[in-house]
């Protein structure tokens, strides 16, 4: 059966970090992607959505010094992980991007805080950066790959439920939609996501 699987990048890497251990590399990815295929199937497509680090300069919350995103060991990995997808013929890469949407107190200065109340420092924010485009292109590839079924069977991974509309459109085209990913993952999926897949495929 011809096949094509769609990965929402955010949501592989971390699938994929509890399975190995550490964030993957592009090679690992694309085994990932070999290992989750049936022996019926065919590969025809592997789409890959992800976001380029954001590299702007922004204001600390505490300090009110600026911050540069690009000064950072983060960006520096996610540049050269960007850089090797679109290297490996293996992936169509689709491009969004991340924006920045304010700062967030971590959790564990949260619960330090309510244990001893005391001063805030710019290390107890993490930044609220969101991803841009990424849900829009996956829809719409989801949906011209079922227009004239072009395949059969798409291998979807992700846990947004923001996908169910077309989702539902893929199998209205007898196009088979199986949902990629592991026990964990599944356990946190709201379950009107779960029923909109064809099924799904614990990796």
């Given at each position: 059966m011809d096949t094509a699987i769609l990965l929402d990048g955010d949501f592989t890497r971390r699938?994929?970090?509890?399975?190995i251990g550490?964030?993957?590399?592009?090679?690992?990815i694309e085994q990932f992607c070999?290992?989750?295929?049936?022996?019926?199937?065919?590969?025809?497509?592997?789409h890959f959505y992800d976001c380029p680090p954001f590299g702007e300069k922004k204001t600390l919350p505490v300090s009110?010094?600026?911050?540069?995103?690009?000064a950072t060991?983060?960006?520096?990995?996610?540049?050269?992980?960007?850089?090797?997808?679109?290297?490996?013929?293996?992936f169509v890469y689709r491009r969004g991007h991340l924006s920045f949407d304010g700062w967030i107190l971590k959790e564990s200065s949260v619960k330090r805080l309510l244990k001893t109340p005391g001063p805030l420092s710019d290390e107890d924010f993490d930044p609220v950066l969101s991803?841009?485009?990424?849900?829009m292109k996956i829809g719409l590839d989801v949906a011209k790959l079922s227009i004239g079924r072009r395949i059969g069977r798409i291998l979807l991974a992700t846990s947004d439920a923001d996908f169910i509309?077309?989702?539902?459109?893929?199998?209205?085209?007898?196009?088979?939609v199986i949902l990629?990913?592991?026990?964990a993952a599944v356990r946190r999926t709201k379950s009107t996501l779960l029923k909109a897949f064809s099924s799904h495929r614990i990796v």
């Open positions: 699938l994929l970090k509890r399975r550490h964030l993957p590399s592009v090679p690992e070999k290992s989750a295929l049936k022996p019926e199937e065919i590969l025809l497509k592997t009110r010094k600026h911050h540069d995103f690009t060991s983060v960006h520096s990995r996610a540049i050269e992980f960007q850089k090797s997808l679109m290297e490996n013929p293996f991803q841009k485009q990424v849900d509309p077309a989702i539902h459109f893929a199998k209205s085209c007898k196009v088979e990629l990913s592991d026990v």
